[in-house]
């Protein structure tokens, strides 16, 4: 039986930044476009955030960035993907809000790169669009058409053109499911960073990543820290896995009542590699 | 002194460590790694100047290049003629000597002209080759304090019963409080999730609470009898006749 905390994934978020310092250049702006949107586009629900913190970008450059990016997001050509930059120079975010405004653009601005949740969806946008982002932010940033029509006191039909269109311009994710059960619309906010599956070994959580990435997202529709979420879920991991866990523990004991170090060592390092890379992706 | 050398770190008493990138290492060190953190600190002005400024506090004083969110470097001096970069990863705890070279302002080889260089290339910042060799130390020290610090605290605990009694194991803090009904004896043993981080050290640190126990004993709590748990931390208890 699937458990409450793993019923549906989250959009995965990749940080990308141009170089540090002033960006003068914009067919070096040009290229960072090319090497971020590639034509291969993405497999999941993902979203791509700027971060132009330390970046002093000229008019051109951010122009070219916003417009490029914006473009090649909204074509749709690249999957379900969302863009989002981030700076906490007010500002630089004024020049993206107008440049997104005027060219039609729909994306988000957040104040610096972890701070994904309270971005702010910018360009040209309706009541209704802000509304419903809003909802949909409440109720955990994970709805069906019928979820959300409940919540915004909505017809389901109603409910399902305002995602329709969110989603037509990026500003929600789409995730097919079966007609029965109706597709499911994300809110890019509540991405979380990609992580390899089934590693019990994160330095984040200490959890499988499958779990991880649920658990901001069940912290906020319970009301509760994320940190009391988490370690209900590591004891329900614990508790799962009770067979794996009392052999580990008598193999272990046996070692440490041998004195063998080295054995305990390899054997609480053994996802080592694993933790590595989660902690080396920055 | 405050704080220890062991293996590729220095343990500060502030709780962080203190270590060096493999590729600074390689490059500006000229050392191949891994390398015990003791025999760089009396081999490099560098390396002391950096135990003895980034012991208290991981990071502050001038930046190398902009700041940069999280991954904002800051300079590291010795005198005038040696100058580094150091970089807190907060999510780990550990600062990192990122880089290392000569000073002297306008020369070809000048330490920010390289420094801005690697920024430039990421180079600079450690790679999965250090986290591994973070972890691999990690554990080794876990190892070699378990399970003497396991059964000093659980002796403080049965000495002193009805009361917490706190020791720092591994990565993190963990409490224990022994209750005595009767001729019973129970042991509470909580510890934060985040820091313990990996379902293995749990294990490993039941074990050396009571090595000839089966984990099915272990029964889950949500509170020590002292006191309710604090939000992400996790709490088991066994009885001991």
């Known amino acids: ?282 | 002194m405050p704080g220890a050398c062991h293996k590729g770190s220095f343990v500060c008493d502030a709780g962080h460590e203190l270590r060096i990138t493999s590729r600074c290492l390689r490059a500006d060190l000229k050392y191949e790694p891994p390398r015990d953190f003791d025999q760089l600190a009396d081999a490099h002005e560098i390396v002391d100047a950096f135990r003895v400024k980034r012991d208290v506090y991981p990071d502050g004083g001038k930046t190398v290049g902009p700041a940069n969110g999280d991954l904002t470097l800051y300079r590291l001096a010795k005198g005038d003629d040696h100058r580094g970069a150091t970089w807190f990863d907060a999510r780990v705890g550990v600062v990192w000597l990122c880089a290392e070279r000569f000073h002297r302002s306008g020369t070809a080889n000048d330490a920010f002209p390289y420094f801005h260089a690697l920024i430039k290339s990421r180079q600079i910042w450690p790679t999965r080759e250090d986290y591994e060799w973070l972890e691999l130390d990690r554990a080794e020290r876990l190892a070699e304090r378990l399970p003497e610090a396991a059964q000093e605290l659980l002796a403080h605990a049965r000495a002193n019963p009805n009361q917490e009694h706190r020791a720092v194991i591994g990565q993190g803090q963990v409490g224990v409080v022994v209750e005595i009904v009767e001729t019973l004896e129970e042991t509470y043993v909580a510890f934060s999730v985040a820091s313990i981080g990996d379902p293995t050290r749990v294990i490993a640190l039941l074990a050396a609470f009571y090595p000839g126990r089966d984990f099915g004993e272990w029964q889950y709590r949500n509170r020590l009898p002292t006191r309710p748990l604090v939000p992400g931390e996790l709490c088991r208890s066994i009885f001991h006749a």
């Open chain 1, 1 to 282: 039986m699937l458990s409450n905390l793993n019923i549906h994934s989250l959009p995965e978020i990749e940080r990308r930044s141009p170089t540090t310092g002033p960006l003068m250049d914009v067919d070096a702006a040009s290229a960072f476009i090319a090497s971020v949107v590639k034509p291969s586009g993405v497999a999941v629900p993902t979203v791509l955030m700027i971060n132009l913190e330390g970046r002093f970008p000229s008019a051109p450059v951010i122009y070219e960035l916003v417009v490029g990016l914006g473009r090649a997001v909204q074509s749709r050509s690249h999957g379900e993907l969302a863009l989002v930059f981030a700076t906490p120079d007010p500002a630089l975010g004024a020049v993206i809000r107008a440049i997104a405004q005027s060219q039609g653009l729909s994306l988000f601005l957040a104040n610096s790169a972890n701070e994904l949740e309270t971005a702010e969806p910018i360009g040209l946008l309706t009541a209704a669009d802000l509304e419903t982002l809003a909802v949909l932010q409440r109720i955990g940033g994970r709805a069906s058409a019928s979820t959300l029509a409940q919540a915004a006191s909505l017809d389901h039909k109603a409910a399902g053109n305002r995602l329709n269109s969110l989603d037509q311009r990026q500003l929600v994710l789409r995730v097919d499911r079966a007609r029965r059960q109706g597709h499911m619309y994300l809110d890019p906010r509540v991405a979380t960073q990609a992580e390899e599956p089934s590693d019990p070994a994160s330095s984040e959580f200490g959890l499988p990543a499958e779990l991880r990435s649920d658990i901001s997202a069940l912290a906020a529709m319970q009301g509760r820290e994320p940190a009391a979420v988490l370690a209900e879920a590591f004891n329900e991991f614990l508790e799962k896995h009770s067979g794996e866990m009392a052999k580990d523990l008598a193999e272990v004991a046996k070692m440490m009542q041998a004195g063998d170090k080295k054995g305990v060592a390899a054997y609480t390092s053994r996802h080592a590699a694993r933790r590595a890379r989660t902690q080396s992706k920055r």
